[in-house]
């Protein structure tokens, strides 16, 4: 997952409460992008960004909202978390073989 | 509602076995197919990708087969090993690339 650091690894967090997640990366990539993984889905895009403040929705937006104020971060951030955004979060990005290359990933437990 | 469909959901096999993973999608706008490998507590790494205007592509030992009339595509892994033991994922899209759809992945076991 060269280039891509997200973080937290893992987090653990109430209903109700508001959540960030953080995404780097180090390759000036314009295109950054949030997923989600949950077992019989596959992953889901959340949102993407094609630009600083460029940002677009994607098929599972709903609670969630993104921000892209430099080109190496990318933030998502689950306004009242719910039950049912646990999950696994991966960022991801464009490369110039027309592939994404994913980071690491951030598991999400709302309790 | 999911546009790419995947089966099997697992799969085992022994080593030295070819293991065939399938892809189905609807819509016939997307323009580029590739498969993802994903190995526990990592995110999914770029395996092998294809475009309609072929109808396979070789990578090593992986192999895409790609059918446009049927909206099928599959992978297979010649001389499987244990250490391709891993979640598998098709996926498509189309123009841009900045809506890439999924499919819901492959547990896939070789045994020693």
């Known amino acids: 997952d060269a280039g891509i650091t997200q973080s937290p690894r893992h987090k653990v967090t109430e209903t109700g409460t508001p959540v960030t997640l953080r995404c780097h990366q180090t390759?000036?990539?314009?295109?950054m992008y949030w997923y989600r993984q949950d077992p019989g889905h596959g992953l889901r895009l959340i949102h993407y960004?094609?630009?600083?403040?460029?940002?677009d929705k994607g098929e599972v937006s709903d609670g969630y909202s993104v921000s892209r104020s430099k080109t190496e971060d990318f933030l998502l951030t689950l306004e009242s978390a719910t039950s049912s955004q646990t999950s696994v979060y991966f960022c991801?990005?464009?490369?110039?073989?027309?592939?994404?290359?994913f980071g690491s990933g951030t598991r999400l437990t709302v309790v | 509602q999911q546009q790419v469909k995947q089966s099997p959901q697992s799969l085992i096999v022994q080593k030295g076995g070819i293991p065939i993973i399938n892809c189905a999608y609807e819509?016939?706008?997307?323009?580029?197919f590739p498969w993802y490998q994903q190995f526990p507590g990592k995110g999914p790494a770029l395996l092998i990708a294809?475009?309609?205007?072929?109808s396979e592509k070789k990578e090593g030992r992986f192999t895409i087969s790609f059918n446009k009339s049927a909206k099928q595509f599959s992978l297979h892994i010649m001389d499987s090993q244990p250490g391709d033991s891993a979640t598998y994922f098709c996926?498509?899209?189309?123009?841009?690339?900045?809506?890439?759809?999924f499919g819901a992945g492959t547990r896939l076991t070789v045994k020693p």
């Open positions: 819509n016939t706008a997307f323009d580029y």
């Open positions: 294809i475009r309609p205007d072929v």
């Open positions: 996926a498509a899209s189309m123009g841009n690339n900045n809506d890439m759809r």
């Open positions: 390759e000036n990539h314009r295109y």
């Open positions: 991801a990005t464009i490369g110039n073989n027309y592939g994404y290359t």
């Open positions: 960004s094609y630009g600083v403040k460029d940002t």
